[in-house]
């Protein structure tokens, strides 16, 4: 459940229709109000919230806020203080459920252990030197500590999801038989399929990255000399999607190691220049293009706004694909797994919420306040 340094796995976005829908409490009294967020004192003006008597300290909620805000972007303008306590109300909430999971993973004794960490760790830095590794720890506002508390953090609750949920989920091959014959239309292709991967370097310097290197190009003379040093990379026997991932500036499939899913022969040809579209078509599964230009226009002579290599990971002919593809079974087996899982994991975290003591001094401080 981790991701690269520094990730905090939240969906800010979730909090604001809670908020419209607890709009009716600016209708309350200040009274009521300063009552109820009066009920429960903070024990420390450190203390954000408590789950279960452990306390979530300021220092940690700062710190994540910072985090999450650097991985925003830069923008036009400082966010208002409105804007700041909703993102750190949903950040609160994101932690009080980590600590929810940790605290049953604890009681299960299914918590990471060092040699879980270590390993982990080791696995992240093998495409970095040292001072590489040091480097980005440092450009993310990050200590090695705080990485590997990360880390613990995110192993644990892969092995408590795993006990608790993944391991008891078993698709019958009847399931697998109903789904297919239930959408069989799904897998009649009408025309060929690529799976496509690509490697991106744009010569717009204020664009963001989100490659693992935070590596962008400062201009056209960089980004060309960037693509020819990343496709060199590639001729020499580098991973493609290690290169994409700490390279690449598609923000949209870095992160996949340059992965862009499947699109249809059509799709392939109306959004890609006849360049582009030529060199994948003559692609065979594995192989990837020279450096090819991204233009600014639907017209040649457009200048680039970039460069890219494609690597042509499958292709799939027209036609219907049968049950006894195993292809077409790994897809159904893993899309209802996919979907009992999701709706195991909602109910399961609904239920250690409900069984668990939570209290929320941030929430309190932000009614009070409000309230006068």
Same mark, same amino acid.
């Given at each position: 459940m981790m991701g690269p340094i520094g990730e905090i796995r939240l969906q800010v976005e979730w909090f604001f229709p809670a908020c419209t829908r607890y709009a009716g409490l600016v209708l309350m009294s200040g009274a009521l109000l300063g009552s109820v967020a009066g009920c429960h004192r903070a024990p420390a003006p450190d203390v954000m919230a408590t789950v279960n008597g452990k306390d979530i300290l300021r220092a940690d909620l700062d710190r994540k806020y910072q985090t999450w805000k650097m991985s925003q972007g830069e923008s036009p303008q400082e966010p208002s203080a409105e804007q700041v306590d909703l993102a750190r109300l949903a950040i609160l909430r994101q932690m009080i459920d980590e600590e929810i999971l940790q605290q049953r993973a604890a009681k299960l004794n299914v918590t990471a252990s060092d040699e879980d960490v270590n390993a982990k760790l080791t696995e992240m830095k093998a495409p970095y030197t040292q001072e590489e590794f040091d480097k980005q720890l440092k450009q993310r506002n990050e200590t090695l500590d705080n990485l590997k508390a990360e880390l613990r953090q995110g192993l644990t609750e892969?092995?408590?999801?795993?006990?608790?949920?993944? *391991?008891?989920?078993?698709?019958?091959?009847?399931?697998?038989?109903?789904?297919?014959?239930?959408?069989?239309?799904?897998?009649?292709?009408?025309?060929?399929?690529?799976?496509?991967?690509?490697?991106?370097?744009?010569?717009?310097? *204020?664009?963001?990255?989100?490659?693992?290197?935070?590596?962008?190009? *400062?201009?056209?003379?960089?980004?060309?000399?960037?693509?020819?040093?990343?496709?060199?990379?590639?001729?020499?026997g580098e991973d493609f999607g290690v290169v994409a991932m700490n390279f690449s500036e598609d923000k949209d499939s870095a992160s996949n190691g340059g992965d862009m899913g499947f699109v249809t022969e059509s799709q392939l040809h109306g959004a890609a220049s006849a360049e582009v579209y030529d060199a994948i078509s003559k692609l065979k599964p594995g192989q990837f293009s020279e450096v090819l230009p991204i233009n600014g226009g639907p017209t040649p002579s457009r200048k680039p706004i970039g460069y890219a290599i494609y690597k042509l990971i499958s292709k799939e002919a027209a036609g219907q694909r049968t049950l006894n593809d195993v292809r077409v079974q790994q897809a159904i087996r893993q899309s209802l797994r996919d979907g009992h899982a999701q709706l195991l994991k909602n109910a399961y975290f609904e239920v250690l919420r409900d069984d668990a003591k939570v209290h929320n001094y941030l929430a309190d401080q932000i009614l009070r306040e409000g309230a006068k």
């Open positions: 892969n092995k408590l999801l795993n006990k608790e949920i993944d *391991s008891k989920i078993n698709i019958t091959d009847a399931e697998i038989t109903g789904y297919y014959e239930a959408h069989k239309a799904d897998f009649n292709f009408i025309e060929p399929r690529y799976n496509i991967a690509r490697i991106v370097v744009t010569n717009a310097p *204020s664009q963001q990255t989100t490659n693992l290197q935070n590596n962008k190009a *400062s201009g056209e003379a960089d980004a060309k000399n960037k693509i020819q040093a990343l496709h060199q990379k590639l001729e020499n």
